[in-house]
């Protein structure tokens, strides 16, 4: 499990200055109008708005940016798509697990477009329940690195807000709570003056595939794919991935 997180909050990083920034703003500007519309426009009180904002400053999407999306979302200006959460299920090379979670306006258009991705980079689709299973519903929070804060800080704070276990990734500390506890998760590293990167709702595998460096490199290369798809907002593996492959990831 941290392995892969490791690999994607690299993967993230390096989205920010390479040339799928425009895409990574994008998916995080969806997030932003969908939970508007969802939840309302106050993030104050729509926490996960509030989160979705986070993400995007983080990540520096121009707060012009944040507030139309906002705008949309909530109604308050025209223009926002009615977009539907599907997820997909699938296997990787290796046998790995996949959960394609998209966020789309047009279902047709986002299953062509998975099942295509799929299968020119050696996956397959599998049947709704096959792989779920495989995953549970996590609430999981990044923290970077900071002056003056352990992995113990960051456990001492969090312990009694519900959160499960704390991994170090090397560049960044995980918080895996349970996706009811996110909030307040999140909130006590804010109140224990803790910076953190995001705070999510994500599917986490309950046991990871080992993998060679070689198959791990290509479940890599169609992970990238699959995210560089339009309509896919997030896709979870339960790949372990060799730390040779994620050092020349990185």
Aim: charged share 25%; with cysteine; aromatic share 4%.
């Amino acid at each position: 499990m941290s392995g892969h997180s490791k690999w994607a909050t690299t993967k993230h990083k390096k989205a920010v200055v390479d040339a799928k920034r425009g895409k990574l703003f994008a998916k995080l500007i969806k997030n932003i109008e969908v939970a508007a519309r969802t939840g309302g426009g106050d993030p104050e009180g729509n926490p996960t708005l509030y989160d979705a904002i986070q993400k995007a400053r983080k990540t520096s999407v121009p707060t012009d940016n944040i507030e139309r999306a906002i705008k949309r979302g909530s109604g308050a200006d025209a223009g926002g798509a009615d977009y539907q959460t599907i997820m997909y299920e699938g296997y990787g090379p290796g046998g790995v697990a996949l959960l394609i979670e998209c966020l789309t306006d047009n279902r047709n258009r986002a299953a062509s477009e998975v099942r295509t991705t799929m299968t020119r980079n050696g996956g397959t689709m599998a049947d709704p329940g096959s792989v779920s299973f495989l995953f549970h519903r996590k609430g999981l929070v990044i923290v970077p690195l900071q002056r003056g804060i352990s992995e113990d800080d960051v456990l001492a704070a969090v312990l009694d807000a519900g959160a499960e276990e704390v991994n170090d990734l090397g560049e960044s500390f995980e918080v895996v709570c349970e996706a009811t506890d996110l909030v307040a998760v999140r909130t006590a590293l804010q109140r224990a003056g803790i910076d953190y990167d995001s705070a999510d709702v994500s599917f986490l595998p309950s046991a990871s595939t080992a993998v060679d460096a070689e198959a791990a490199r290509k479940v890599l290369r169609l992970i990238d794919a699959l995210e560089d798809c339009d309509d896919v907002q997030n896709v979870y593996a339960n790949v372990e991935v060799p730390d040779e492959v994620l050092t020349e990831v990185s």
